[in-house]
């Protein structure tokens, strides 16, 4: 454990000498977010808000603060890629790391981890966020009980779903890196699989509203692409262990 603290003290310190780029990106994604920000909030109840449901604000500030946490949360999500970037080279001469990927297996990963995640945010926008929501909708109408939601928890359960569901879709992604990087074999992925299943599911229903069809929603993709991941990485392997009797 004290290992683990110092190594994450290395990093910070690291990360401590590129503070500038790393806060420029944040500031330009919060002060460019802040001002598109109004058209996607509107997007989002024309797209989302079940019919007959209404959206209000409880304080004078409630869009305002709103609008500030969203175009914080964008700089950060577009600072990321930088952060990570620092944080494998500080890895990489503290440790000696080499790439055990080539050149070209890198851009096909680092492209299918965007490409997974947007199509994350595209399953949860548009189509589990539309049935959860007149799902959850339908079950107040049943009880006789209107519909009347904060903008603000609107909103951002609406967006923190959906930002869950992209970082869920690149599980195949952490999967292929950590079989690569030996930090786990995919005998022992395919051991501990039933555990890791029930996991994803209690995962699924902390992060969904209290009710099975949420968790399915959420927790069957996370099953799917925990078997995606292990067989790109036993495909991956595979050529590897092959390619040096080819050459």
Do not use: W
């Not at 292990?230 to 262990?241: L, T």
């Amino acid at each position: 454990m004290a290992a683990i603290f110092e190594e994450l003290g290395y990093i910070t310190e690291a990360l401590k000498k590129k503070l500038i780029p790393i806060i420029v990106i944040i500031l330009a994604g919060f002060l460019v977010s802040f001002q598109l920000l109004d058209p996607v909030l509107s997007r989002i109840k024309q797209d989302l808000l079940p019919e007959g449901a209404t959206l209000i604000y409880l304080s004078p500030v409630e869009v305002i603060m709103l609008k500030v946490k969203l175009a914080m949360v964008i700089g950060v999500i577009l600072a990321l890629p930088l952060v990570c970037h620092y944080v494998y080279k500080t890895l990489k001469v503290r440790f000696g790391i080499t790439n055990p990927l080539k050149k070209s297996h890198l851009i096909l990963l680092l492209g299918s981890a965007v490409s997974l995640f947007v199509l994350g945010m595209c399953y949860s926008y548009f189509l589990m966020l539309p049935f959860v929501l007149k799902y959850l909708y339908s079950m107040s109408l049943e009880v006789g009980v209107s519909a009347t939601y904060s903008i603000y928890e609107f909103i951002s359960f609406v967006i923190i779903l959906t930002l869950i569901l992209g970082v869920a879709f690149e599980v195949p992604i952490f999967i292929v890196l950590a079989v690569q990087s030996g930090i786990v074999q995919i005998s022992a992925l395919k051991e501990y699989r039933r555990y890791i299943i029930v996991i994803m599911f209690a995962l699924a229903a902390i992060v969904t509203p209290p009710d099975v069809v949420s968790q399915i929603v959420v927790g069957f993709p996370l099953v799917i692409f925990y078997e995606v991941g292990i067989i790109a990485a036993s495909i991956i392997n595979r050529k590897r262990s092959v390619s040096p009797q080819v050459s």
